[in-house]
Protein backbone atom coordinates (compact mmCIF):
# COMPACT_ATOMS: atom_id res chain seq x y z
CA UNK A 1 0.00 0.00 0.00
CA UNK A 2 1.73 3.54 -1.18
CA UNK A 3 1.39 5.61 2.15
CA UNK A 4 2.35 9.48 0.65
CA UNK A 5 -0.42 11.48 0.62
CA UNK A 6 0.20 12.54 -2.64
CA UNK A 7 0.47 9.73 -5.75
CA UNK A 8 3.34 9.84 -7.32
CA UNK A 9 2.77 10.87 -11.07
CA UNK A 10 5.53 8.56 -12.25
CA UNK A 11 3.90 5.69 -10.89
CA UNK A 12 0.96 6.25 -12.98
CA UNK A 13 3.14 6.86 -16.20
CA UNK A 14 4.85 3.68 -15.26
CA UNK A 15 1.37 1.56 -15.95
CA UNK A 16 -0.18 3.32 -19.13
CA UNK A 17 3.54 4.22 -20.73
CA UNK A 18 2.49 1.55 -23.68
CA UNK A 19 -1.09 2.53 -24.24
CA UNK A 20 -0.29 6.21 -23.97
CA UNK A 21 2.84 5.74 -26.15
CA UNK A 22 0.25 4.13 -29.10
CA UNK A 23 -1.92 6.53 -28.64
CA UNK A 24 0.38 9.51 -29.08
CA UNK A 25 1.43 8.35 -32.33
CA UNK A 26 -1.87 7.29 -33.21
CA UNK A 27 -2.73 11.47 -32.70
CA UNK A 28 0.34 12.53 -34.76
CA UNK A 29 -0.77 10.30 -37.55
CA UNK A 30 -4.71 12.04 -37.53
CA UNK A 31 -3.01 15.25 -37.28
CA UNK A 32 -0.90 15.00 -40.22
CA UNK A 33 -3.69 13.11 -42.02
CA UNK A 34 -6.07 16.19 -41.15
CA UNK A 35 -3.47 18.75 -42.50
CA UNK A 36 -3.49 16.69 -45.61
CA UNK A 37 -6.69 16.03 -46.59
CA UNK A 38 -8.70 18.01 -44.15
CA UNK A 39 -11.82 16.34 -42.54
CA UNK A 40 -14.65 17.98 -40.46
CA UNK A 41 -15.84 15.16 -37.70
CA UNK A 42 -19.12 15.99 -35.19
CA UNK A 43 -18.10 17.15 -31.85
CA UNK A 44 -21.53 16.58 -29.89
CA UNK A 45 -21.57 12.29 -30.32
CA UNK A 46 -18.29 12.03 -28.79
CA UNK A 47 -18.94 14.28 -26.03
CA UNK A 48 -21.53 11.85 -25.50
CA UNK A 49 -19.59 9.30 -25.96
CA UNK A 50 -16.88 10.62 -23.34
CA UNK A 51 -19.84 10.78 -20.86
CA UNK A 52 -20.78 7.34 -21.01
CA UNK A 53 -17.42 6.17 -21.05
CA UNK A 54 -17.11 8.45 -17.62
CA UNK A 55 -20.29 6.72 -16.37
CA UNK A 56 -19.07 3.52 -17.06
CA UNK A 57 -15.58 3.87 -15.68
CA UNK A 58 -17.43 5.66 -12.23
CA UNK A 59 -19.30 2.67 -11.56
CA UNK A 60 -16.26 0.12 -12.53
CA UNK A 61 -13.89 2.33 -9.59
CA UNK A 62 -16.36 2.32 -7.34
CA UNK A 63 -17.16 -1.28 -7.18
CA UNK A 64 -13.82 -2.23 -7.40
CA UNK A 65 -12.88 0.43 -4.27
CA UNK A 66 -16.01 -1.12 -2.27
CA UNK A 67 -13.77 -4.15 -2.86
CA UNK A 68 -10.76 -3.25 -1.35
CA UNK A 69 -12.31 -1.78 1.59
CA UNK A 70 -14.47 -4.73 2.66
CA UNK A 71 -11.04 -6.44 2.69
CA UNK A 72 -9.73 -3.68 4.36
CA UNK A 73 -12.70 -3.91 6.96
CA UNK A 74 -12.56 -8.02 7.29
CA UNK A 75 -8.46 -7.67 8.10
CA UNK A 76 -9.41 -5.48 10.88
CA UNK A 77 -11.62 -7.72 12.04
CA UNK A 78 -9.39 -10.35 12.42
CA UNK A 79 -6.78 -7.97 13.75
CA UNK A 80 -9.36 -7.36 16.56
CA UNK A 81 -10.23 -10.68 16.81
CA UNK A 82 -6.98 -12.23 17.13
CA UNK A 83 -6.34 -9.86 20.16
CA UNK A 84 -9.04 -11.30 21.76
CA UNK A 85 -8.02 -14.72 21.56
CA UNK A 86 -5.24 -13.66 23.29
CA UNK A 87 -6.52 -11.64 25.84
CA UNK A 88 -9.39 -14.68 26.26
CA UNK A 89 -6.48 -17.16 26.61
CA UNK A 90 -4.69 -15.00 29.07
CA UNK A 91 -6.95 -14.18 31.49
CA UNK A 92 -9.08 -17.30 31.54
CA UNK A 93 -5.77 -19.44 32.19
CA UNK A 94 -3.82 -17.73 34.60
CA UNK A 95 -2.87 -21.21 36.31
CA UNK A 96 1.30 -21.22 35.84
CA UNK A 97 0.34 -24.47 34.80
CA UNK A 98 -1.25 -23.80 31.56
CA UNK A 99 1.86 -21.24 30.67
CA UNK A 100 2.33 -23.68 27.61
CA UNK A 101 -1.17 -24.08 26.37
CA UNK A 102 -1.46 -19.88 26.71
CA UNK A 103 1.88 -20.08 24.29
CA UNK A 104 0.43 -22.68 21.97
CA UNK A 105 -2.93 -20.82 21.05
CA UNK A 106 -0.56 -17.53 20.81
CA UNK A 107 1.33 -19.01 18.16
CA UNK A 108 -0.68 -21.47 16.93
CA UNK A 109 -2.65 -17.61 15.82
CA UNK A 110 0.41 -15.72 14.87
CA UNK A 111 0.97 -18.74 12.24
CA UNK A 112 -2.71 -18.39 10.99
CA UNK A 113 -2.49 -15.35 10.39
CA UNK A 114 0.54 -15.65 8.06
CA UNK A 115 -0.98 -18.80 6.86
CA UNK A 116 -4.08 -16.77 5.30
CA UNK A 117 -1.68 -14.06 4.38
CA UNK A 118 0.41 -16.39 1.81
CA UNK A 119 -3.00 -17.85 0.57
CA UNK A 120 -4.69 -14.87 -0.27
CA UNK A 121 -1.59 -13.65 -1.85
CA UNK A 122 -1.06 -17.25 -3.70
CA UNK A 123 2.18 -17.68 -2.34
CA UNK A 124 3.94 -20.63 -0.55
CA UNK A 125 4.00 -20.49 3.84
CA UNK A 126 7.21 -18.46 4.40
CA UNK A 127 9.89 -18.41 7.43
CA UNK A 128 7.20 -16.07 9.07
CA UNK A 129 4.49 -18.58 9.07
CA UNK A 130 6.72 -22.24 9.32
CA UNK A 131 8.55 -20.32 12.35
CA UNK A 132 5.45 -20.51 14.68
CA UNK A 133 4.17 -23.38 13.40
CA UNK A 134 6.91 -25.45 14.36
CA UNK A 135 6.76 -23.46 18.04
CA UNK A 136 3.36 -24.40 18.07
CA UNK A 137 3.74 -27.96 16.83
CA UNK A 138 0.92 -28.12 14.24
CA UNK A 139 2.67 -29.56 11.35
CA UNK A 140 -0.77 -31.79 10.48
CA UNK A 141 -2.56 -28.81 9.82
CA UNK A 142 -0.13 -26.90 7.25
CA UNK A 143 -0.60 -30.34 4.99
CA UNK A 144 -4.48 -29.49 4.49
CA UNK A 145 -5.55 -28.23 1.58
CA UNK A 146 -6.42 -25.22 3.29
CA UNK A 147 -3.63 -24.70 5.67
CA UNK A 148 -5.07 -21.55 7.88
CA UNK A 149 -8.19 -23.11 8.28
CA UNK A 150 -6.51 -26.70 9.77
CA UNK A 151 -4.92 -24.24 11.94
CA UNK A 152 -7.72 -22.47 13.58
CA UNK A 153 -9.42 -25.62 13.44
CA UNK A 154 -6.41 -27.10 15.63
CA UNK A 155 -7.20 -23.91 18.08
CA UNK A 156 -10.14 -25.06 18.48
CA UNK A 157 -9.35 -28.31 19.85
CA UNK A 158 -6.80 -26.74 22.10
CA UNK A 159 -9.37 -24.65 23.65
CA UNK A 160 -11.22 -27.89 23.82
CA UNK A 161 -9.07 -29.79 25.27
CA UNK A 162 -8.13 -26.73 28.42
CA UNK A 163 -12.08 -27.85 28.44
CA UNK A 164 -11.39 -31.21 29.41
CA UNK A 165 -8.82 -31.04 31.44
CA UNK A 166 -10.51 -28.47 34.04
CA UNK A 167 -8.80 -25.51 33.01
CA UNK A 168 -11.81 -23.24 32.18
CA UNK A 169 -15.56 -23.97 32.05
CA UNK A 170 -18.39 -24.25 29.29
CA UNK A 171 -19.05 -20.39 29.24
CA UNK A 172 -15.47 -19.68 28.68
CA UNK A 173 -15.01 -21.88 25.82
CA UNK A 174 -18.10 -20.72 24.36
CA UNK A 175 -16.44 -17.20 24.59
CA UNK A 176 -13.30 -18.35 22.91
CA UNK A 177 -15.26 -19.74 20.23
CA UNK A 178 -17.18 -17.49 19.26
CA UNK A 179 -13.99 -15.59 18.75
CA UNK A 180 -12.93 -18.26 16.34
CA UNK A 181 -16.15 -18.22 14.44
CA UNK A 182 -15.45 -13.95 14.19
CA UNK A 183 -12.03 -15.31 12.55
CA UNK A 184 -13.65 -17.80 10.48
CA UNK A 185 -16.37 -15.53 8.86
CA UNK A 186 -13.63 -12.61 7.94
CA UNK A 187 -11.57 -15.83 6.46
CA UNK A 188 -14.45 -16.43 4.07
CA UNK A 189 -15.28 -13.11 3.17
CA UNK A 190 -11.17 -12.54 2.18
CA UNK A 191 -11.88 -15.48 0.27
CA UNK A 192 -15.09 -14.60 -1.69
CA UNK A 193 -13.07 -11.46 -2.21
CA UNK A 194 -10.27 -13.36 -3.38
CA UNK A 195 -12.11 -16.46 -5.73
CA UNK A 196 -14.80 -13.74 -7.52
CA UNK A 197 -13.80 -11.30 -9.74
CA UNK A 198 -15.62 -8.72 -10.97
CA UNK A 199 -18.63 -9.42 -13.44
CA UNK A 200 -16.82 -9.38 -17.00
CA UNK A 201 -18.77 -6.84 -18.02
CA UNK A 202 -17.56 -4.47 -15.62
CA UNK A 203 -14.15 -5.50 -16.39
CA UNK A 204 -14.24 -5.72 -20.27
CA UNK A 205 -16.42 -3.17 -21.72
CA UNK A 206 -15.28 -0.27 -19.59
CA UNK A 207 -11.79 -1.10 -21.04
CA UNK A 208 -13.38 -1.66 -24.51
CA UNK A 209 -14.76 1.99 -24.28
CA UNK A 210 -12.21 3.83 -22.95
CA UNK A 211 -9.47 2.45 -25.96
CA UNK A 212 -11.99 3.00 -28.90
CA UNK A 213 -12.66 6.50 -27.13
CA UNK A 214 -9.09 7.20 -26.95
CA UNK A 215 -8.88 6.36 -31.01
CA UNK A 216 -11.64 8.30 -32.04
CA UNK A 217 -10.70 11.74 -29.60
CA UNK A 218 -8.32 12.69 -31.34
CA UNK A 219 -10.59 13.36 -34.49
CA UNK A 220 -13.16 15.34 -32.39
CA UNK A 221 -10.17 17.59 -31.53
CA UNK A 222 -7.77 18.40 -34.31
CA UNK A 223 -10.11 21.04 -35.91
CA UNK A 224 -9.55 23.41 -32.57
CA UNK A 225 -6.33 21.95 -31.56
CA UNK A 226 -4.46 21.71 -34.79
CA UNK A 227 -0.51 20.85 -34.10
CA UNK A 228 -1.34 20.81 -30.44
CA UNK A 229 -3.99 17.71 -30.94
CA UNK A 230 -1.23 15.12 -30.16
CA UNK A 231 -0.85 16.79 -26.56
CA UNK A 232 -4.19 17.57 -25.93
CA UNK A 233 -5.44 14.40 -27.13
CA UNK A 234 -3.13 12.39 -25.31
CA UNK A 235 -3.25 14.52 -21.78
CA UNK A 236 -7.34 13.40 -22.20
CA UNK A 237 -6.13 10.05 -22.75
CA UNK A 238 -4.32 9.78 -19.89
CA UNK A 239 -6.97 10.74 -17.59
CA UNK A 240 -9.23 8.19 -18.99
CA UNK A 241 -6.37 5.26 -19.25
CA UNK A 242 -5.19 6.19 -14.94
CA UNK A 243 -8.81 5.83 -14.00
CA UNK A 244 -9.19 2.51 -16.02
CA UNK A 245 -5.39 1.59 -14.36
CA UNK A 246 -6.83 2.33 -10.85
CA UNK A 247 -9.80 0.32 -11.34
CA UNK A 248 -7.62 -2.45 -11.86
CA UNK A 249 -5.27 -1.62 -8.65
CA UNK A 250 -8.29 -1.58 -6.20
CA UNK A 251 -10.03 -5.03 -7.99
CA UNK A 252 -7.91 -7.68 -5.76
CA UNK A 253 -7.25 -6.12 -2.33
CA UNK A 254 -4.72 -9.48 -2.01
CA UNK A 255 -2.67 -9.35 -5.07
CA UNK A 256 0.97 -8.39 -2.97
CA UNK A 257 1.06 -5.47 -5.13
CA UNK A 258 2.00 -1.82 -4.07
CA UNK A 259 -1.51 -0.35 -4.25
CA UNK A 260 -2.95 -3.55 -1.82
CA UNK A 261 -3.41 -4.00 1.76
CA UNK A 262 -0.64 -4.43 3.63
CA UNK A 263 -0.72 -7.65 4.97
CA UNK A 264 2.57 -8.34 5.78
CA UNK A 265 2.18 -4.89 8.63
CA UNK A 266 -0.93 -6.21 9.66
CA UNK A 267 0.42 -9.85 10.43
CA UNK A 268 3.44 -8.08 12.11
CA UNK A 269 0.78 -5.72 14.29
CA UNK A 270 -0.78 -9.30 15.40
CA UNK A 271 2.19 -10.72 16.38
CA UNK A 272 3.59 -8.08 18.20
CA UNK A 273 0.01 -7.76 20.52
CA UNK A 274 -0.02 -11.41 20.60
CA UNK A 275 3.27 -11.85 22.14
CA UNK A 276 3.08 -9.17 24.50
CA UNK A 277 0.00 -10.16 25.99
CA UNK A 278 1.40 -13.29 27.17
CA UNK A 279 4.91 -11.68 27.78
CA UNK A 280 6.74 -12.90 25.49
CA UNK A 281 9.63 -10.75 22.80
CA UNK A 282 8.10 -8.75 20.28
CA UNK A 283 9.79 -7.72 16.75
CA UNK A 284 9.75 -4.09 15.66
CA UNK A 285 6.61 -3.35 13.51
CA UNK A 286 7.07 -3.07 9.63
CA UNK A 287 7.28 0.40 8.46
CA UNK A 288 6.88 1.85 4.47
CA UNK A 289 9.81 1.62 2.99
CA UNK A 290 11.85 5.09 1.01
CA UNK A 291 9.07 4.85 -1.69
CA UNK A 292 6.25 5.38 0.77
CA UNK A 293 5.71 1.19 0.23
CA UNK A 294 3.83 -0.33 2.98
CA UNK A 295 3.57 -4.49 2.53
Known amino acids: MITRP???????????????????????????????LPFRSPQLPLTLFGSVVALFL????????????????????????????????????????????????????IA?????????????LDEATLEYVAKADAQVAIERANPAN??????????????RAGMIDTIQQSAMERVLVDMANAQGGMERLKNTPLPNH??????????????LLPFGLVETLGFATPLGSTLAGLMFLAVLAIGDDLVDPFANSVHDLPLSA?????????????????????IADRKGILW
Open 266 to 286: MCRTIEIDLLQAVGLEAPEPI
Open 112 to 124: YVNALRCQLRRQP
Open 150 to 163: GLLDGTGRKIDEAR
Open 202 to 215: FRFFPMLFVHVFCV
Open 6 to 36: VPSFKTIVREVWKPLTLLFVWDVIVTVVYYV
Open 58 to 109: GFRSNSAYQRWWEGRGLWGLMINASRNLARAARNFLPDPDAANLKRAIVFRQ
